[in-house]
């Protein structure tokens, strides 16, 4: 089971959903690899990778935004766009008939 979340500010409010989901959601909380985003108006793009230690889907918008605004007190605030991608993998199910596959 694998879930990837992508996010992108240049999709309009409303319109459609910012963030995409690929996959089923996790229903417990697993360890989440992520990849945020960022381009300044000069068109230099900052890409930083993280781990966000075991959460929610639901809790994984908060901690990713708190890293955003960190990396955009290191830029001076000023960016044209910015984006992230999360994705988790579960674990393997016990007790599953016919074994590991």
Same mark, same amino acid.
């Given at each position: 089971?694998?879930? &990837? ?5 240049? $999709?309009?409010?409303? +319109? =459609? ?6 996959? %089923? @959601? ?20 900052? &890409? ?5 230690? $075991?959460?929610?889907? +639901? =809790? ?6 708190? %890293? @955003? ?33």
């Amino acid at each position: 089971m694998s879930c &990837t979340i992508t996010y992108i500010t240049n $999709a309009q409010p409303g +319109q =459609d959903d910012r963030a995409h989901k690929r996959g %089923r @959601i996790p229903r417990k909380p697993v360890q989440w690899q992520a990849s945020v985003w960022m381009i300044a108006p000069g068109g230099e793009k900052t &890409t930083h990778s993280i781990t966000v230690p $075991a959460c929610t889907a +639901q =809790d994984l918008i908060p901690a990713i935004g708190d %890293r @955003i605004d960190a990396l955009a007190r290191e830029n001076g605030q000023i960016c044209v766009q910015f984006g992230w991608t999360a994705s988790a993998h579960g674990g393997m199910k016990k007790n599953r008939k016919g074994g590991k596959r």
